[in-house]
Nanobody, 123 residues
Framework: QVQLVESGGGLVQAGGSLRLSCAAS????????MGWYRQAPGEQRELVAG???????NYADSVKGRFTISRDNAKNTVYLQMNSLRPEDTAVYYC?????????????????WGQGTQVTVSS
């Protein structure tokens, strides 16, 4: 009932920048927390950054000072600005959102994931 569509991944040299976007659509009543996770080959998926509906943010230690998460509530969209990229940032990046949807008999809240977008940083 909710689709999260990511865009903005790609190949970049070390030190470069990329901006990821994730737009949510569907029978959305409200969106609570949103975030970005990443998963490198052979590794577990890890939280990169999160943002509440009120705009409070949190970051993994490895990206603090380099990545910035933001959201546009009117567009149901979350962004991840990634600067000073390093080869170790290479991974598939996934958007995540906690969404309350309109149901036939009321509302329901669930967690949704995007399909992932590849970010590759060359040295």
């Amino acid at each position: 009932q909710v689709q999260l569509v990511e865009s903005g991944g790609g190949l970049v040299q070390a030190g470069g920048s990329l901006r990821l976007s994730c737009a949510a659509s569907g029978r959305i009543f409200s969106i609570n927390g949103m975030g970005w996770y990443r998963q490198a080959p052979g590794e577990q998926r890890e939280l990169v950054a999160g943002i509440t509906s009120g705009g409070s943010t949190n970051y993994a230690d490895s990206v603090k000072g380099r990545f910035t998460i933001s959201r546009d509530n009117a567009k149901n969209t979350v962004y991840l600005q990634m600067n000073s990229l390093r080869p170790e940032d290479t991974a598939v990046y996934y958007c995540n959102a906690r969404v309350t949807t309109v149901q036939a008999m009321g509302v329901a809240t669930g967690t949704y994931w995007g399909q992932g977008t590849q970010v590759t940083v060359s040295s």
